[in-house]
């Protein structure tokens, strides 16, 4: 059986943070050789063909006659912020729900469907969406189309499959915050970042949480989230326009609307008030950290391409800003990073330091700011900001070759920003991202804005959890 995987943290696996718990961003590329600062790369807009069924689901087709595989992936409009008060972690548990038994289909046979033709599945669960990915030969898309509509319809949801995935998220959840040993660190960005907006409750759930759901409460919950009205078809790679429409409407066009509306999250998040510091311990915790969050914008705003660049300048590679001041030249951090998490409601801004040698948490707080400070006051060579920019540029396209890569930048597009159309206007703005853009954003959403520091360190003997 593959291990499903998720993810409570997109923008985390982007900057390096922390090992990634699911696998669909793209990743940075660190060292790719600079262009000229005058030149700009025209990229073809990927083609895109887009309707929405009778019955409310978005479909969206790109084709690509060089290949011979193709992506289907269905995206639902459900994450970490539409878990339940007191139930975090049911859009993480459906992530792995999914792959058990329907009304024809037995457990696990979506991985006979793709890995023994040669192909793969995943899937990943985000703070706004819970993602399925499949990637087989061309030959074998109608009956991906037919299992990705059999589990949106009839899903197996007993006390036995909930019990088994339930076991297998707990686990997931020790693996990944209780025994690494910043987990507890990481997994805490959501929770004291945000004051009121659900994306303060992580989405790999809690173990409390979990054991306190009911059968109910997971049926309840699927027939909300899992209905074609809530969820994006997207298919990309080698395959004949008129054929899959023909068979998305054989498999998905009779799937039922259901009468009552798709809840939506609209809290609007405060603006934070006033700093904050916090003592944080661990039971496992080798060397202190400090990490630093902001708030951020939501993703789609104008200044996320300069977000971006900014966090690559900062900590993509090892010739990053943090890199180089805090770990090879001051000695004083085994690691450093910077990143923006920016969601479909709103964001963090986070950067993070782990000590190396007896310095404290709090001593790693000021070399932080120093570098940060400056790349948002001093000069920015150009042949630093073209590098990075080339590195994110080149990331994208490459990932955009592959059918499943192009297919994931379709999905953020619609998905986050409601708009698919945005994969094709993302490039240019990220190539016409300035200097000055990358002070302007640090400035507002850093220097001049309230911040909540925590200082990581290992519990002391004897101390109460």
């Known amino acids: 059986m593959t291990m499903k995987t998720t993810t409570n943290d997109v923008a985390r696996m982007q900057s390096g943070l922390v090992a990634p718990i699911g696998r669909r961003t793209l990743l940075l590329a660190a060292s790719a050789l600079a262009l000229p600062v005058w030149a700009q790369l025209a990229v073809p807009p990927l083609p895109l063909t887009q309707r929405t069924l009778a019955n409310g689901l978005q479909v969206i087709a790109s084709p690509d006659p060089r290949a011979a595989t193709v992506s289907v992936q269905v995206w639902y409009r459900v994450g970490g912020k539409d878990d339940p008060v007191g139930r975090s972690g049911f859009a993480h548990l459906f992530e792995h729900m999914m792959f058990k038994a329907t009304r024809h289909m037995k457990a696990e046979q979506f991985d006979r469907l793709t890995e023994d033709v040669g192909g793969m599945n995943n899937a990943f ?45 707990q686990e997931e959840f020790r693996q990944r915050v209780l025994a690494e040993p910043y987990g507890l660190l990481f997994n805490a960005m959501a929770s004291e970042g945000f004051e009121r907006h659900p994306y303060k409750r992580p989405v790999i759930g809690s173990i409390e949480d979990l054991n306190a759901a009911t059968l109910d409460d997971v049926r309840r919950f699927h027939a909300t989230y ?38 939506r999250v609209n809290v609007q998040e405060p603006r934070l008030a006033r700093d904050r510091v916090v003592a944080l311990t661990g039971a496992n915790v080798p060397l202190p950290a400090a990490l630093l969050i902001w708030q951020a914008p939501k993703v789609a705003s104008p200044d996320t391409k300069a977000l971006r660049v900014a966090q690559a300048l900062l900590s993509a590679g090892e010739s990053s800003r943090l890199n180089e001041a805090l770990v090879y030249r001051q000695n004083i951090a085994q690691s450093a990073g910077f990143e923006a998490a920016q969601y479909a409601d709103a ?37 630093e900001l073209d590098k990075v920019k080339t590195g994110l540029l080149t990331a994208a396209l490459v990932a955009r070759e592959t059918p499943q890569g192009r297919a994931s930048a379709i999905g953020q597009a619609v998905v986050l920003q409601g708009d698919a159309n945005a994969v094709n206007r993302e490039l240019s703005e990220l190539q016409a991202v300035t200097a000055a853009d990358v002070q302007r954003v640090l400035k507002t959403h850093v220097l001049d804005a309230r911040r909540v520091t925590i200082h990581y360190t290992q519990k002391k003997k004897g101390a109460k959890s």
């Open 125 to 169: 669960t985000a703070e706004d969406m819970t993602g399925y990915e499949a990637l087989v030969p061309s030959n074998h898309l109608e009956r991906i189309l037919w299992a990705e509509a059999e589990r949106m319809s009839s899903l197996t949801v007993d006390q036995a499959n909930f019990d088994s995935e339930r076991l297998v998220v």
């Open 347 to 383: 964001g963090l801004l986070i950067a993070f330091a782990i000590a190396a040698g007896k310095q404290r948490a709090e001593q790693l707080v000021a070399p932080l700011m120093h570098e940060i400070t400056r790349l948002a006051t001093g000069p920015i060579a150009a042949a």
């Open 226 to 263: 899992y209905r074609p009205d809530n969820a994006v078809l997207i298919v990309t790679g080698g395959f004949d326009a008129r054929q899959l429409d023909a068979w998305v409407d054989r498999y998905f066009g009779g799937l039922q609307r259901p009468a009552t509306p798709v809840p």
